[in-house]
C-alpha cells in the first residue's frame, strides 16, 4: 500500500470510527456500554493472540472480560450493590483451575499472560464507567474530552513525527518515535485542553491544562508499552480490523493506559 492509499484509509477510518464512538457515548448509557464492551472484548482478542494463549484460556479471559466490564458498569452507575462484585473473586480464580488441565510447558508463562491481559486491558476499559458516571449522573463529555485529549496527542505526535522527526525517542522499542513527535503531542493535547476549559467547564482552567498535560505524558508511555509487547510477540501490529491503524489495541493503546491517572486526577481535583 502506497504511502498516500494508508494515510488515505487512516483519515477515512480515523472519521468513522470516532463518529460512531461519540454517538453512542453521548446517546446514552446502554450505547456506550455495549459499544466499549466491545472494544475491550475486540482488544482482548487481540491481546490472547499476541500472546499465542490456549483456547481454553481464551474462553476465560473472554468471560472475565464480560463480567468484569459488566459488573462494574452497573456498579458506577448504580444498578448494582457492592456485594456482588464478589463475583470476580471466583471468576479469577477459575484461569488457575483451568492451567491445571492444560500441559504447557510454561504455565506460569500463560498465567501471567492471562492476568496481565485482565490488569492491562480489561480492568482500566472498564474503569471508564466510573468516569462517565462522575459525580453519581451520567456524564458523557468527561470521556469525550478524554477521547479528544488523546486522540489530538495521537494525531499531533503522527504528523509532527513524519514532518520534523529526527531525536529518536525510545529506538530499542519503537524505532520511528521521535522527541519531536512526542512534543507535538504533547502541546496538541494540552491545546485541546484548554478548549475544553473555555466550555465544559467541570475543571478550572490550571486543573484542565494539568489534566491535559499529564494524560499526554501518560499516552506517550501508553504507546511505548504496546510497541513492546508487540515486540516481544514478533509483529508489528496488534490486528488489522482497523485499516491504516492495524489493530484495536493499537488505536486505543494510550487510551487504555491514560484512563487510570485520568480517573485518579478527577478524584483528587473534585
Known sequence: MSKFSNLLARALTAIVGVSIIIFCT????????????????????????????PKPQVVWLFVSTITT????????????????LAILLPVYSIGLIIQLYL???????????????????????SLLSFIIFHQGKYNPFMVVAL???????????????ITFGRRKLFERISP????????????????????????LGQLSQI??????????????????????????AATKDSGTSL??????????????????FYLLLLKLLE
Open 26 to 53: 453521548v446517546y446514552d448509557q446502554w450505547s456506550f456500554f455495549g459499544l466499549f464492551l466491545l472494544i475491550t472484548i475486540l482488544s482482548v482478542r487481540e491481546y490472547a493472540r499476541l500472546g499465542d494463549l
Open 147 to 161: 477521547l479528544f485529549i488523546i486522540w489530538c496527542m495521537d494525531t499531533g505526535a503522527y504528523f509532527t513525527g
Open 243 to 260: 485499516p491504516g491503524h492495524g489493530g484495536f489495541m493499537d488505536r486505543f493503546d494510550s487510551l487504555i493506559f491514560s484512563i487510570p
Open 69 to 84: 466490564f459488566t459488573l462494574l458498569f452497573l456498579f458506577a452507575s448504580g444498578n448494582l450493590n457492592p456485594k456482588f
Open 103 to 125: 500441559k504447557e510447558e510454561r504455565p506460569l508463562r500463560i498465567i501471567g499472560l492471562c492476568y496481565l491481559g485482565i490488569g492491562y486491558v480489561v480492568l482500566p476499559l
Open 207 to 232: 486543573q484542565w491544562l494539568l489534566v491535559g498535560a499529564i494524560v499526554s505524558i501518560i499516552g506517550i508511555f501508553g504507546d511505548l508499552v504496546e510497541s513492546f509487547i508487540k515486540r516481544v
Open 176 to 199: 520511528k518515535k521521535s522527541w519531536e513527535g512526542a512534543i507535538g503531542g504533547f502541546l496538541f493535547a494540552v491545546f485541546v485542553s484548554w478548549i475544553f476549559s473555555l466550555y
